[in-house]
């Protein structure tokens, strides 16, 4: 990525994050922060990938434990396969 994405997107993030605090501080008009976010970040992270990301981090979490337990276990050959 060059300097100038870089910086969009981490500009992009900045400012999804303020409008997510100012939901929590105005709980009123939190649904137009959140969608003005919404908004700001799908060029960024389409809902889709977003939930692509969000299965696999749930994937990764039980494997970690799968893992945890084949060590305990000394199953070797089986932690190796995780």
Known sequence: MTRAVTASTQDTLHTVSRLDQ????DPLFRDLYLQRARELLAPVLSQARYEDLKTKSGELTWTEQQLRVAVERAEWERACQL
């Open 22 to 25: 100012m939901g929590t501080l």
